[in-house]
């Protein structure tokens, strides 16, 4: 059986590729931070849909050491944050930032891949646009974490959606939801003056389709150091 480990579980990609890989019949590791305050409820989550709930801390030591035990097939980097959150953190003296999260986290994790024997296949999801950015800026974080992956040897898939929209999310974001709409408008404009391709592109997906995606492309040979534009994601 297929081993795979999902950091950000409980995000609203991670979760969909923890029901996705459960659903495979793949043995499913999803991690939730141990201080988490809905670690009991994300528990029971996870565990009804089949996965083994890992509270590993974000430690570079512990990572690595659990990581190896575990010897998986596939890691999932579904780590992220948002403005809003960073400026939550702030508000009860806490520090976070696309530095500290999307990048930091993910590098610790593809580090302590890098050491497993498996060589496991890394999947990242970055997004659409990355590009280099000072050190507040989202796409640049996932800018800097792509040139991590690229640069080393372990395999890795480079996933870059667009807008990720749908209902379940935790929190809501009315301007993402906007943008993904006046987006789509505009590229189905532009799709029926025939920039069919562009329109494929950069339309928005779900998580339960971007999910799935990720879970076919992650034991996809093809897929091996692969940047995937949001196209090639559903």
């Known amino acids: 059986m297929s081993i795979a480990y999902v950091a950000g579980a409980t995000g609203y990609t991670g979760r969909a590729v923890v029901q996705c890989l459960a659903e495979a019949g793949i043995e499913t590791h999803a991690h939730v931070r141990p201080d988490s305050k809905s670690l009991a409820e994300w528990t ?37 944050t948002t403005k809003k959150r960073i400026a939550q953190d702030a508000a009860i003296g806490e520090t976070s930032s696309y530095q500290i999260v999307d990048y ?42 792509e040139q991590v992956l690229i640069q080393n040897e372990l395999p890795y898939t480079i996933a870059r959606p667009s807008f990720i929209t749908g209902p379940g999310r935790d929190e809501d974001r009315p301007a993402e939801r906007i943008g993904a709409k006046v987006s789509d408008s505009i590229l189905s404009i532009l799709g029926g003056l025939g920039a069919k391709s562009l329109q494929q592109r950069y339309r928005s997906t779900t998580n339960t389709i971007l999910g799935a995606a990720l879970v076919r492309l992650a034991f996809d040979p093809r897929a091996a150091r692969q940047i995937i534009e949001s196209d090639g994601l559903r």
Do not use: I
């Open 44 to 80: 029971e989550k996870l565990t009804k849909w089949g996965a083994q709930v890992d509270t590993t801390p974000w430690d570079q030591e512990a990572m690595t050491k659990r990581l190896k035990h575990l010897n998986p097939d596939a890691v999932f980097g579904c780590l992220g």
């Open 104 to 145: 930091g986290m993910t590098v610790m994790l593809h580090q302590a891949a890098k050491q497993c024997a498996s060589q496991p296949r890394f999947v990242y999801v970055s997004s659409a646009g990355s590009k280099p950015g000072g050190e507040g800026s989202y796409l640049g974080a996932r800018y800097a974490v």
